[in-house]
C-alpha cells in the first residue's frame, strides 16, 4: 500500500555495469508506477526477471525512464497484470518514453491493464535510429487504452527523421487490430510475422485471482520460440522453460 510514489525506484548513483531486479511481488502501489529505473549513467545492463508487477494504480505497472545509447534493459519472465494508469497519458504495463538502446521482452505476461492515455499493455517510444526493440514469446492480452494500442503502442520513428528503428515482434500473443496495435512504421501491418498470434484467448487458470498461470489446453502453450533473447532455463514457478 505505498502512497508516496513508486512501490520501487531505482535511480543508479553507482557505476554498476549490471543491475538485476529478480523474484519481487510489487503490488498495490496507490501513487506512480510499481517499479520505476531512472538510471543515471550509460552502458548499463539492467535485468528485470521473475517478478510480479500487479495491481499498481495511477501510475501503472513499469516506469523506464531512461534509456542512453548504449543501454540494455531485459524485461523477462514477468507477470505485469491488472496495473492502471489513470493519472497520465503513459503506458499502462509499461511505459518506456525516451528508448535509445535496446528494450528485450521475452516471456512476460502483460494483460488487463489499463491506461487513460496510448499502450495499455506496452507504450514505448524510440528516441534514435539505433534503438531496438526485441519482442519474443510474450502474451500482451485483454489491455485497454483511451487513445490508442490497447495492447502496444510503438512509435518508433519519435525524432520524426522517417528512419524507422527496428522492431522484432516474435511468437507474441496480442490484438494485431487497429485498435489492439499501433507502430508509426505503418507498413508494419502489412509484414506481421505469421509466429504472432492475433488476440487469442490465453485461457489463464484464474486470471480475477492473480493467477495467470495457462491452463493445460491454452492455445499459448509450445507457441514460443527457444532461441529468444535472454530466455531462461526456468519459468516463474522455477519449472523448465523447455519441455519436449
Known amino acids: 500500500g505505498n502512497r508516496a510514489g513508486a512501490a ?5 548513483e553507482v557505476r554498476a555495469r549490471e543491475v538485476t531486479i529478480d523474484g519481487n511481488r510489487i ?3 496507490l501513487r506512480g508506477f510499481g517499479l520505476h529505473l531512472d538510471n543515471s549513467t550509460s552502458g548499463i545492463l539492467w535485468n528485470v526477471r521473475n517478478n510480479i508487477i500487479a495491481r499498481n494504480t ?8 531512461k534509456s542512453y545509447s548504449y543501454d540494455t534493459i531485459s524485461l523477462v519472465n514477468n507477470v505485469i497484470s491488472f496495473n492502471q494508469n489513470t493519472s497520465t497519458t503513459q ?7 525516451s528508448a535509445q538502446g535496446t528494450l528485450i521482452l521475452t516471456n512476460n505476461t502483460i494483460s ?26 510474450n502474451i500482451v492480452w485483454n489491455n485497454s487504452a483511451t487513445l490508442a494500442g490497447d495492447d502496444l503502442y510503438i512509435d518508433n520513428d519519435n525524432d520524426n527523421n522517417v528512419i524507422f528503428s527496428p522492431v522484432h515482434l516474435l511468437n507474441n500473443d496480442f490484438d494485431q487490430s487497429s485498435n489492439g496495435f499501433f507502430i508509426k512504421e505503418t507498413t508494419y ?4 510475422d505469421a509466429s504472432n498470434l492475433n488476440d487469442v484467448d490465453p485461457t489463464f487458470v484464474n486470471a480475477v ?3 495467470l498461470r495457462l491452463n493445460s489446453g491454452s492455445p499459448c502453450v509450445n507457441t514460443g520460440n527457444n532461441q529468444a533473447p535472454g530466455i531462461l532455463p526456468t ?9 519436449g
Open 189 to 192: 501491418y502489412t509484414r506481421i
Open 8 to 12: 520501487v525506484y531505482g535511480n543508479l
Open 112 to 137: 488487463d491493464n489499463t491506461t487513460a492515455g496510448s499502450g495499455g499493455g506496452l507504450r514505448l517510444l524510440q528516441t534514435k535510429d539505433t534503438s531496438v526493440l526485441q519482442c519474443h514469446s
Open 209 to 211: 485471482a492473480d493467477n
Open 91 to 97: 503506458g499502462g504495463g509499461i511505459e518506456a518514453p
Open 58 to 65: 495511477q501510475g501503472g505497472g513499469v516506469f523506464l525512464a
Open 235 to 243: 519459468d516463474l514457478d522455477g519449472e523448465a522453460r523447455i519441455m
Open 27 to 29: 503490488t498495490a502501489n
